[in-house]
């Protein structure tokens, strides 16, 4: 069974960082791009960025919002996929999820799995 | 970026209900379209993939149809366990993934 738990989420100030985890299970996770999303308490679904299996260089794309503050990394070894967030916003506060990318044509991908989430909180 | 624009923004309707959600793209978009069901304090789950094909798992009242810029979710019969927030995402234009603001289902 496809597992992924997000975790390392909580309440920090401005400016400060954090790195959260996404672990996986039941799939061969070197196999497959993850990608990192987040929603606002109370809006709609927001691309961060996603990182491509090593087989496409392992290579990271971010959306313009987190670009530069924001870093996506990975360890095939592990199993895990984190999220390295700096010089956090107020407005970075969202509950942050990972998902399972599958490629359905070249370079077009899709969101076949959502972890549950863990809620970041940006507050001084 | 491309835009995703759903109609309606929120529904009420009745178990047995047939319902239909529109989604508009701001520029063609092929057959690139993937619909996502989220519950409350749940995470989104994929219902549609490349904008007809049905993920393993969901319920057959579930359809999705369109090409180019307009695509349509519907579900046949509505169960009480479908009342949710319904998501288009496109991903012809990478990065972003785009979505629709959502459509709010709820019960009459």
């Known amino acids: 069974e496809v597992q992924l738990v997000e975790s390392g989420g909580g309440l920090v100030q401005p400016g400060r960082s954090l790195r959260l985890s996404c672990t996986a299970s039941?799939?061969?996770?070197?196999?497959?791009?993850m990608s990192w999303f987040r929603q606002a308490p109370g809006k709609g679904l927001e691309w961060v960025g996603f990182i491509r299996s090593k087989a496409y260089g392992g290579t990271t794309e971010y959306a313009a919002s987190v670009k530069g503050r924001f870093t996506i990394s990975r360890d095939d070894s592990k199993s895990i996929a984190y999220l390295q967030m700096n010089s956090l916003k107020t407005e970075d506060t969202a509950v942050y999820y990972c998902?399972?990318?599958?490629?359905?044509?070249?370079?077009?991908?899709?969101?076949?799995?959502w972890g549950q989430g863990t809620l970041v909180t940006v507050s001084s | 970026d491309i835009q995703m624009t759903q109609s309606p923004s929120s529904l009420s309707a009745s178990v047995g209900d047939r319902v239909t959600i529109t989604c508009r793209a701001s520029?063609?978009?092929?057959?690139?379209l993937n619909w996502y069901q989220q519950k409350p304090g749940k995470a989104p789950k994929l219902l549609i993939y490349?904008?007809?094909s049905l993920q393993s798992g969901v319920p057959s009242r579930f359809s999705g149809s369109g090409s180019g810029t307009d695509f349509t979710l519907t579900i046949s019969s509505l169960q009480p366990e479908d009342f949710a927030t319904y998501y288009c995402?496109?991903?012809?234009?990478?990065?972003?993934?785009?979505f629709g603001q959502g459509t709010r289902l709820e019960i009459k």
């Open positions: 490349a904008a007809s």
């Open positions: 998902t399972r990318d599958i490629e359905y044509s070249h370079g077009i991908y899709y969101f076949d799995y």
């Open positions: 995402q496109q991903s012809y234009s990478t990065p972003p993934a785009t």
């Open positions: 039941g799939f061969t996770f070197g196999d497959y791009a």
């Open positions: 520029q063609s978009i092929s057959s690139y």
